[in-house]
């Protein structure tokens, strides 16, 4: 792997990224080699001041006014120069890396979203980026300068003394052998760590999401307790990961501290022999005090990276997740949807679908009908492959949908969810999802067929109220409405409708399939239903059982056939008739 590929997957930056990093790093060394300057006509001024034969300079006070004017020049220019180049490129750069991965994320197949949870994936785009940033603006730049800088300034005190320069220096490998050889324990800290802040998070999000459930059972102080005893657990994750960083970088600092010792003992003990005199002996101890500022923060940066390095890891972890890929070409041979020996899990143990086998013809309804969690939302979804199967295979017009981009697949599907869901903007903007670009009447007239109409006129700003996160503020069946409109604006060849029904009222329901009735023609249309009225203008049902298809036929066949579909007419029949 070379260089550039290692920095890339390390810091889990995009090739643009990687090269703001090379320039920011390039200006931070300009930088901290500018800081070398001052220190160089300090030397020289102790030297001309303290009048030493070897180095006598020989230069007048305005030299001196000149170098250092020059010098803060210099030393402001790379300063400009270097802030310039880390934050704000940087900041470019974090605003990239999440678009970046919410791109991804819309390209991640749904498999992805069933294994993590929102906030671990809110966690990463906001907080991991903000980890990246801190690592890109302050730790690796910084370091890498530094680490340039004490080389400097090494080979400038080694030529100037080698036994001082070995005194000074021996401290430097074994006080970053330590940091780095920490490096095991402390990802390990980290990653406890944030394991805990991540839990906590979702629980957070857990509780305020059902804060309704909660009360209704009473069990929202059994749920705190819970939170609470997992926010001491990150209290105690903090403080020991805290404490073993410090532990670390706190002896590695004072092993520095050793080398100042061993410097003036080294260069006390020259002095008395005579091999150095006292000018060398006051310039090597200014060198030293300019030497151990920086590995001081070099080694604070190093524990930082290295604690950083699992948030970096989370990012890349997105990044590597293989795409739902296919061709953006997609001519089919009409719209006849069919499900060919068909098998799917959704955690490779438990097969929800074993064998299944249908055909949704384009211009009849076909019903797919069954007990609860027998596999019916699944077999829809997988019709407009937002899972990827695991045998069998999918053919929309004779093409496998496997083959084809999601999203141009996705755009011949008008798909209506079990579990609706709103966006907290207004009951216009709602409904126009549907189609980017359709006009407010045609909305209207959507949300009119729908049955809208009767409570967007209720509400304070009508089409132009806003709804609340996922439409808290209307009811089941008001929020299904507006799925319903969504749908039929976006009048897709192949509808999909999930109990897109189920929570409307009787009249309600029976004017809104009027309205889907009039659209459908067509079209290829898969209904799932409980409600028997609402799969009786089917012209197929398929019921599903045990994994696989039970029966299938037109309704009068299966009512001839006198199986499963035959007894769920007669027993909701019975509950029909039933009386108080
Ligand atoms: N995202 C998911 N991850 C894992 N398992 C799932 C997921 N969605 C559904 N399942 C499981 O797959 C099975 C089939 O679920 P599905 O929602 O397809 O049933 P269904 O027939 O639509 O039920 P219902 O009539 O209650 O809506 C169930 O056992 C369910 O627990
Ligand atoms: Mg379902």
Redesign the pocket.
Known sequence: MSLREYTRRRFALSENGYRNLRRSTAFCILYDISMIVPVMILFMLVCDVMGDNRFDYGLEPWHYLVMCVVSVVFMTATYRLQYDSTYFTTYKESTQVRIGLAEKLRLLPLSYF?QKDPTDLTTRIMGDVTMQESAMTHWFPQLIGAMIYTAAMGVLIVLFSPVMGVAALWPVPIAFAIVLGSRRVQSGFTRRKMERVLSVTEGVQECLENMRDLRANDAGGRYLDGLFAKMDGVESAEIKGEFASAAFVVSAQLILKFGIVTTAIAGGYLLVQGSIDLVVFIVFLILISRLYDPMNMSLQNIAAMISAEYNMERLQEIEDQPVQTGSTEFHPDGYDIVFDHVRFS??DRTE?LRDVSFTARQGEVTALI??????????AKLAARFWDLDGGRITVGGVDVSGIDPETLLSCYSIVF?DVTLFNTTVMDNIRIGRKGATDEEVMEVARLAQCDDFVSRLPDGYMTVIGENGAKLSGGERQRISIARALLKDAPIILL??ATASLDTECETQVQQAISELVRDKTVLI?A?RMRTIEGADRIVV?RDGTVGEQGSPRELMAEGGTFANMVRLQSMSDGWSL
């Not at 069954?370 to 077999?379: L, R």
């Open positions: 069933g959704y955690d929800v069954g007990p609860s969690g027998e596999g019916k939302t699944t077999a079990q999930d109990e799932v409980h599903l």
